[in-house]
């Protein structure tokens, strides 16, 4: 386990299409938290899990988003009816409730839609 | 609501000078405040917490509720601490982090 992997890297997508992301966390951690970063800005939170159950959704997440984490692993973020808007670097974080709850990051996986 | 402000974009320093990039926050509980940085090509990582009071790679950060600031120095820089730094805050009301909008911190030789 090299740490949290994101699937895919890169995605190019015309508007109004649907699009997909995968995150795979670290093995043991059973907090998953997504985040959508645009250029020359930091990362803002849009959901967190804790097992298979999503505990908070950032406002940020509109209607057209959803994210699931069905067996309590690896998680998806869907996207639906894509707009320029959400062309971002979507990042993956989890974390295990431990003394500090540290939130290890994956690579991200950059949408661009045209 | 809380917020994170990094007032500096960038900030470009020569090899061996001090080094402080600015954090300030907004938030009525006790938060917990971390530095985050982010490497070429790399992936975000955390650099430090306040509440564990630790120096990393000559990196310190103090709260300063007063001030309500978590600025982050180093006494000499070097030309590997070139990378993007983000400051963020930790309510204790959830899990979430509220992120900064970064500084860029470039060593030059």
């Known amino acids: 386990d090299t740490g949290v992997s994101q699937n895919p890297r890169h995605k190019i997508t015309k508007r109004g299409q649907n699009v997909t992301f995968r995150c795979d966390p670290i093995?043991?951690?059973?907090?998953l938290y997504w985040y959508r970063q645009t250029l020359g800005q930091g990362p803002e939170f849009l959901t967190y899990?804790?097992?298979?159950?999503?505990?908070?959704k950032s406002r940020l997440l509109s209607d057209r988003f959803s994210a699931e984490r069905p067996k309590g692993s690896f998680s998806t973020l869907e996207i639906q009816r894509t707009e320029q808007g959400d062309s971002a670097m979507y990042l993956c974080a989890s974390s295990f409730p431990g003394t500090y709850n540290e939130q290890y990051f994956g690579p991200g996986t950059r949408l661009t839609v045209t | 609501a809380q917020r994170v402000t990094q007032p500096e974009k960038l900030l470009s320093v020569f090899k061996g000078a001090p080094v402080e990039l600015k954090c300030n926050y907004s938030?009525?509980?006790?938060?917990?405040l971390f530095w985050y940085v982010q490497y070429s090509r790399q992936r975000l990582q955390l650099l430090l917490r306040h509440i564990s009071r630790e120096s990393i790679k000559g990196f310190t950060a103090d709260l300063n509720k007063g001030e309500t600031s978590f600025h982050l120095k180093k006494p000499f820089a070097q030309e590997e601490d070139s990378a993007m730094y983000y400051c963020?805050?930790?309510?204790?009301?959830?899990?979430?982090?509220?992120f900064g909008g970064g500084t860029r911190l470039m060593v030059k030789p």
């Open positions: 963020a805050l930790k309510t204790n009301a959830g899990n979430m982090l509220t």
């Open positions: 899990f804790q097992n298979e159950a999503q505990l908070e």
């Open positions: 938030y009525s509980g006790s938060p917990e």
């Open positions: 093995s043991e951690h059973n907090r």
